[in-house]
């Protein structure tokens, strides 16, 4: 592959009880170059919609208490809105976020459960091990995401983010 950026070994493990999804991906890449995928704000957006789909975030302050705010149209046109607040950096080894949905006057919409989520990079070998963990607020919410596709499109995204390490 080019510039020696391989594929990456990936994990995805949903846990109903413990309310989690947690994606592990190894990357041929330092920490730091797969730390910026989520810093800079249009490496973000061609990673976070699904493929063929269109991301645009609005707002992207990842520092602890700044806030993101993103539109995502998908390949089918339908539009979702979304919001960060960022809870926690320790950059490039760590980012926590609580993630949840906008309602369609532009509000929090938590009445569905807002996520946690918690990305960290460590080093492995001459590469990066990314842990994503979401923790999701109830059986209902983590059923419904897991019913909408959420760990095939974690995988997906994944694969988006080699493609940008390649790049």
């Known amino acids: 592959m080019e510039r020696g950026v391989a594929m990456p070994a990936l994990e995805?493990?949903?846990?109903?009880?413990?309310?989690?999804?947690?994606?592990?991906?190894?990357?041929?890449?330092?920490?730091?170059?797969?730390?910026?995928?989520?810093?800079?704000?249009?490496?973000?957006?061609?990673?976070?919609?699904?493929?063929?789909?269109?991301?645009?975030?609005?707002?992207?302050?990842l520092r602890p208490g700044g806030r993101a705010r993103y539109r995502v149209v998908g390949p089918d046109g339908a539009e979702s809105r979304g919001w960060w607040q960022i809870c926690a950096v320790d950059a490039p080894h760590r980012l926590e976020f609580e993630d949840g949905p906008v309602d369609e006057n532009g509000h929090r919409a938590t009445e569905f459960g807002v996520s946690h989520v918690q990305m960290t990079l460590?080093?492995?070998?001459?590469?990066a091990r990314m842990v994503l963990l979401t923790t999701f607020a109830s059986v209902d919410q983590i059923d419904q995401m897991m019913s909408t596709g959420l760990a095939e499109r974690a995988?997906?995204?994944?694969?988006?983010?080699a493609d940008l390490l390649r790049a």
């Open 12 to 61: 995805v493990i949903t846990d109903a009880e413990e309310l989690t999804l947690t994606v592990t991906a190894d990357f041929d890449a330092a920490p730091r170059q797969v730390w910026e995928v989520w810093a800079d704000r249009r490496k973000l957006e061609r990673w976070w919609a699904r493929s063929g789909g269109l991301a645009e975030f609005q707002d992207h302050d």
């Open 122 to 127: 460590a080093e492995r070998g001459t590469g």
């Open 155 to 161: 995988r997906r995204a994944v694969d988006r983010i």
